[in-house]
């Protein structure tokens, strides 16, 4: 005799203690038997008992709707109808049949309107790289449309004419956000009597040294507008610059980013004006556009700066701002290079102060970055492809497309290690053998 197994003990995988035979008729299960059981009352005209206790879950609707009904009739609403008065009235049949929810004879009442509240509305909860969660925002009634971010630590002999150039746009619907990140100077004093001057404005101060990656993204996340540009303390803009940009991406709707052409001042009052005439990234591909992003990356400093350019603010909310890494403006720039197209404004519209960096200057840059985590800021090919990765992995991206990122952005960071050996290689042949090029091939 085969051993089969009952209905009541399938979930168990034990067999049952009472085999059953071939062909015998297996006991139907629970829930089988519970729906004969309601079809054969519902043949039958038999209904539950009406005296019958509701169960816990009931029970708790019941007392929560009747306490939301107390509650609007004591705000000051309409009058609430209960259930006795609604059972009151369907027994003497002197409510009215026409929907209108009145009595019969009498003038319909409008029903009051609910209030107005205000609500405040708040960036998306996920925190960025420095560990700060994104603050709220009370939503006014008008928001303007574009936030100027300028992080500022001393430099009371550039803010001046920072402010005076944004001030001067021939586009007027735009905030100033300045962070000053405890400066020791008079940059504090500067820009309070410029906000006495217009409202338009707004100043925030740290009292401590935050570090230049946490004073960027400070502006950003106390923007309000629809457009967000950071603006250095010492660059200034063009007057066309903001209505030029918007401009572009209003004619442009899929586009997250608008660029342009800039300069770069240096120290010995000589500029280096660069007007690149080939492919940007404008691709719908996204794997184009990394390609094109990477290829900037080593083009020049003064031919591309997707980072000081005119951004779609709940954009660049979503890649998280700039994150503790040492090249965290080519991290941010491969992030938004994934999120969207970019489009191009084939003018003129700002300048970037770009003094020569020293060796000094070099070695202190982690300390400026984030004075308390330097030791996450140094310089390798391995950090570098760690980040890059870890932006193709969090993109949206279809299978086949994020394979081809991983190996442009492999690729790139391959190139980058050999780049750094040959310096390597070339600064130990110059300081320790006193081998230069021309002694060499002479």
């Known amino acids: 005799m085969e051993r089969a197994y009952h209905p009541l003990h399938l979930g168990s995988g034990r067999p049952s203690a009472r085999p059953l035979r071939k062909g015998r008729i297996r006991r139907p299960s629970r829930t089988r038997r519970h729906r004969i059981r309601v079809w054969w009352k519902r043949a039958s005209g038999r209904r539950a008992s009406s005296s019958r206790r509701p169960c816990p879950i009931q029970r708790r609707r019941r007392l929560s709707s009747e306490g939301r009904r107390k509650g609007l009739a004591a705000a000051g609403s309409a009058p609430v109808q209960t259930d006795g008065d609604s059972a009151a009235a369907r ?56 936030s100027f971010g300028v992080p500022v630590r001393n430099g009371e002999d550039s803010i001046g004419r920072c402010l005076d150039s944004i001030l001067g746009q021939s586009f007027e619907d735009f905030e100033i956000v300045v962070s000053d990140n405890a400066s020791t100077d008079s940059t504090r004093s500067i820009v309070e009597a410029y906000a006495e001057r217009d409202s338009r404005i707004r100043l925030s101060v740290h009292p401590e040294n935050v570090g230049l990656i946490e004073n960027f993204n400070r502006v950003a996340r106390l923007a309000t507008g629809e457009f967000f540009r950071w603006v250095g303390a010492d660059d200034w803009l063009e007057r066309d610059c903001a209505s030029e940009c918007v401009a572009a991406l209003e004619a442009h709707p899929e586009a997250i980013v608008a660029t342009s052409y800039f300069d770069l001042e240096r120290e010995d009052g000589k500029s280096e004006y ?14 184009r556009r990394l390609e094109r992003m990477l290829y900037f990356f080593h083009a020049g400093a003064a031919v591309y700066e997707p980072n000081y350019s005119m951004i779609r603010r709940k954009a660049l909310l979503e890649t998280g701002l700039l ?38 200057d070099l070695q202190a840059l982690p300390a ?44 790139f960071c391959a190139d980058e290690c050999w780049k750094g050996l040959s310096n390597r290689f070339r600064r130990f042949r110059r300081d320790r053998l006193g081998l230069t090029r021309e002694r060499l091939f002479r």
Request: proline share 7%; hydrophobic share 35%.
């Open 91 to 146: 027994a003497s049949g002197s409510r009215s049949r026409s929907g209108t929810g009145c009595d019969v004879g009498k003038t319909p009442v409008a029903r009051r309107a609910p209030a107005h509240v205000e609500l405040k509305k708040s960036h998306p909860g996920r925190r960025d790289q420095t560990g700060h969660q994104h603050e709220e925002e009370r939503v006014s009634e008008r928001t303007p449309r574009i």
């Open 368 to 411: 400026r970055l984030h004075p308390v985590r330097q030791a996450e800021l140094g310089l390798s090919a391995y950090r570098l492809l760690q980040g890059l990765r870890s932006v193709v992995a969090e993109a949206e991206l279809s299978g086949a497309q994020r394979r081809a990122c991983q190996r442009r952005v492999l690729g």
């Open 323 to 360: 994150r503790i890494h040492r090249k965290n403006d080519w991290i941010l720039s491969v992030q938004l290079a994934l999120a969207g197209p970019f489009v191009h404004v084939p003018k003129l519209l700002f300048h970037r102060w770009w003094p020569a960096p020293t060796h000094a």
């Open 274 to 287: 660069v007007e690149y005439t080939g492919e940007f990234l404008e691709s719908p591909d996204p794997v």
